[in-house]
């Protein structure tokens, strides 16, 4: 895996564990905030930690913040200073800015002034919540939009030793299958053929309407 460099201003409990989570993954992190406390405990897991405003554009633009792989936004209850953080690094033409965002009305002004991610940390956590318990062969699932997502599937009982052909996932529920890992090898195989069989250590990657691949899983 390459290395990257990321930034993350705001050093509330999410800030901290995206910082820390980055930096155990082997990637450079400078880590940004008002308070010294919070600068403190993150100096283990950073690259730097910095203390700063970072609601000053100059002050990004000393920290090198335009050539990041990308930066997180998360100031916590300060709508506005996220807000002026954001349209900075667009104009410092970040690539990649991911904003944490208070509500739906704040995720809207992000974006336009230049968010490329709105995050939802509570809104997100509760949707994850809800899916493992309304569907727990699913194991983890990333949205496409309103109502596609990809997900990573504990195969039900049902798929194991049918092949693919003998499924007919796309004609019947309109979901495709891109890959299939083994959790005992760690071997992905993408785009399976039709001949292969499901077996009981496979995680299977399914892409399609969250509402089919849950249908998928649940109809024998």
Do not use: W
């Not at 904003?99 to 739906?104: F, T």
């Not at 399914?206 to 109809?219: N, P, Q, Y």
Request: glycine content about 8%.
């Amino acid at each position: 895996m390459a290395k990257k460099r990321f930034c993350v201003i705001g050093l509330g409990n999410f800030g901290y564990h995206v910082a820390r989570s980055l930096f155990e993954a082997g990637h450079e992190v400078v880590a940004i905030d008002l308070d010294h406390d919070k600068v403190q405990r993150i100096q283990e897991f950073a690259s730097y930690a910095i203390l700063g405003d970072a609601g000053n554009k100059e002050f990004l633009k000393g920290q090198g913040i335009g050539e990041m792989d990308g930066v997180v936004v998360s100031t916590g209850e300060r709508s506005h200073l996220s807000t002026l953080i954001t349209l900075y690094l667009k104009e410092l033409k970040v690539r990649q800015i991911l904003v944490k965002a208070l509500n739906e009305d704040h995720g809207r002004i992000l974006q336009r002034v230049g968010a490329t991610e709105i995050i939802y940390p509570e809104k997100d956590m509760a949707l994850k919540v809800a899916r493992s318990l309304a569907s727990p062969n699913i194991l983890e699932f990333i949205p496409l939009g309103d109502e596609f997502s990809i997900s990573e599937v504990g195969p039900p009982a049902h798929f194991l030793g049918k092949s693919l052909i003998q499924l007919d996932l796309r004609r019947k529920f309109q979901v495709t299958l891109i890959g299939v890992k083994d959790v005992l090898t760690g071997q992905v195989l993408t785009l399976p053929p039709a001949d292969y069989l499901i077996k009981d250590s496979d995680l299977l990657i399914l892409i399609g309407k969250s509402a089919d691949v849950d249908k998928a899983c649940r109809s024998k």
